[in-house]
């Protein structure tokens, strides 16, 4: 196997990371020697063993010699002393003749000293094998770690003709069951999600990963005004899956009663429309280290969303099917832009057929509408 055939096994191992280690990123290490692999290692849950290190240990517990082999790691090996020491210094230590790296490390602790030390020390480093996949596979945490707020998608499903929901207000369901199994893993990687209240009240959601060994995001209802039902799923489950709703309210009695069954109350200023403010929920998410929010619905709060300029990227399913309906939703709601070059635009846009869906993904560009 060559370079890049490695860098692959590299990327699988690092998906087993996956809604585990948050705010960390996602690292797969692959050790071989003439295109042999002979150690393999990931980053399995944050405060555990670096990728690096965990397929040194694998190849020390199998017997396994490394010197003079080459490694194959996703992201930048560290070079600081964080909940883990610097595996610069273990891929040193362990006789490492070559590291082959994927993506480069942004985080300032790291940003090309990690490489600087390894060339220092008389490694060969070869960079940016199959970089455009290993960015990829952390784009949660090379926005968070140069921008220090969350990654936000915004995520929705709709028919062909734009629909999220018949008239009477029937969603279930849009998309096909493939579709739905890629938004369940979405879920298990993403640290948080986020609903308004009006889902709650009509779909009554669990907002859980259904996978199994799946990771449950915490789940965020915006409820300016308390009204997410006391029998709700997402309150029944409050204990085993954190609940937070953010509330305009000051009713303490009302509030009361949501802590007594597990949740968080956390209170937040109205944003220009008198709801919770979208803006300021994500920020104090950030602020308390969750790297990522995953908005599910509805149209309301993804219009707000999109209007206070917090969203990251945008994943719209589209099903090939036709609801019609002149009441019938559609994914954005709220006052809408005033003129088509008022428009978000998507950038960086992908294609891809998930069973009998497509969908469509694409970075918000801002800066252009904003000009």
Sequence with gaps: MDDRDLMSVALRHARLGAGK??????????????????????????????????????????????????????????CH?????????????????????GSPDPNPLVAGKGVRRLTDAGIEVTQGVLREECDALNEIFLHYITTRTPFVMLKYAMTLDGRIATASGLSRWITDEAARRRVHEDRGRFASIMVGVGTVI???????????????????????????????????????????IATCSTDETRARAYRDAGCEILHVPADADGHASVAAI???????????????????????????????????????????????????????VGAPD????????TVATVGDDIVIEGGVDYVHRNR
């Design 202 to 244: 009509a779909d009554d959601p669990q907002l859980t990963c259904r996978i199994d060994g799946g990771h449950d995001p915490i789940r965020v209802i915006c409820d300016t005004d308390l009204r997410t039902p006391r029998d709700a799923a997402v309150v029944a489950t409050a204990r085993e899956t954190p609940t937070i």
């Design 81 to 101: 002393t964080g909940k883990q020491p610097p595996c610069t210094q273990a891929l040193i230590d362990a006789g490492i003749a070559r590291v082959v790296v």
């Design 21 to 78: 280690v948050n705010p960390n990123p996602m690292v797969g290490a692959v050790i071989a020697r003439d295109g042999a692999i002979i150690a393999t290692g990931h980053h399995d849950h944050f405060g555990g063993w670096h990728a690096e290190r965990a397929a040194l240990e694998a190849a020390k517990r199998d017997g396994v010699d490394v010197r003079g082999a080459t490694i194959y790691v996703t992201l930048e090996p560290c």
């Design 342 to 349: 008022d428009a978000f635009l998507l950038t960086r846009r």
């Design 282 to 336: 994500v920020e104090t998410l950030g602020g308390r280290g969750v790297d990522s929010v995953m908005i599910e619905g509805g149209g309301e709060l993804a219009w707000s969303a999109l209007r206070d300029q917090v969203v990251t990227k945008v994943s719209a399913y589209v099903a090939p099917k036709l609801f019609g309906g002149r009441t019938a939703p559609g994914p954005v709601g709220g006052a809408g």
